[in-house]
T-cell receptor, first 113, second 113 residues
């Protein structure tokens, strides 16, 4: 069972570079979300989607873009990386939002130098 | 606004001792409550959840949690801790209009032999 798959696991970027973090789920979940995890801050919601073609901002959306063209995929784009975006990024999916279990990927550790 | 407070940043217990991790939430309606565990370098795994009904819920790995509405608390307990329980534990509340989860900042558990 694949569940939620994130790629890459590790990435180093230079300031100003762009990249896309990939997230795919094979559970036919409607709800997908991206979080960032920083020491002492817990997990903070970046963007989320309640279904294909529908996205919205979370708590810390600045500097990130998302799209949801299919139910399975929910990529996160960094348009111009900044050192403040050094973090661990988690993608999650659930059947119907916060009243059901969220399944998390293994995370992407991103360093911006 | 919804929020989750985990008052203890770091707890150390001896193997075999009992454990209680505290969680307080702020939410206007009946909350959906979750505890997740994160082992080093891993994603988050659901330990247990509370939606309604019996206020004492059982989870995986021998954990349980009790919902106390009067105290706005959802504390996690385990009667006898094993060395493999060393991890970071996150309490989360859900139920918002868009179904987002709000996480606490986490409690790191260390286990002494």
């Amino acid at each position: 069972n694949a569940g939620v798959t994130q790629t890459p696991k590790f990435q180093v970027l230079k300031t100003g570079q762009s990249m896309t973090l990939q997230c795919a789920q094979d559970m036919n979940h409607e709800y997908m979300s991206w979080y960032r995890q920083d020491p002492g801050m817990g997990l903070r919601l970046i963007h989320y989607s309640v279904g294909a073609g529908i996205t919205d901002q979370g708590e810390v959306p600045n500097g990130y873009n998302v799209s949801r063209s299919t139910t399975e995929d929910f990529p996160l784009r960094l348009l111009s990386a900044a050192p403040s975006q050094t973090s661990v990024y988690f993608c999650a999916s659930s059947y119907a939002g916060s009243n059901t279990e969220a399944f998390f990927g293994q995370g992407t550790r991103l360093t911006v130098v | 606004a919804q929020s989750v407070t985990q008052p203890d940043i770091h707890i150390t217990v001896s193997e075999g001792a009992s454990l209680e991790l505290r969680c307080n939430y702020s939410y206007g309606a009946t909350p959906y409550l979750f505890w997740y565990v994160q082992s080093p370098g891993q994603g988050l795994q659901l330990l247990l959840k509370y939606f309604s009904g019996d206020t004492l819920v059982q989870g995986i790995k021998g954990f349980e949690a009790e919902f106390k509405r009067s105290q706005s608390s959802f504390n996690l307990r385990k009667p006898s801790v094993h060395w493999s329980d060393a991890a970071e534990y996150f309490c989360a509340v859900g139920g918002g209009s868009q179904g987002n989860l709000i996480f606490g900042k986490g409690t790191k558990l260390s286990v002494k032999p």
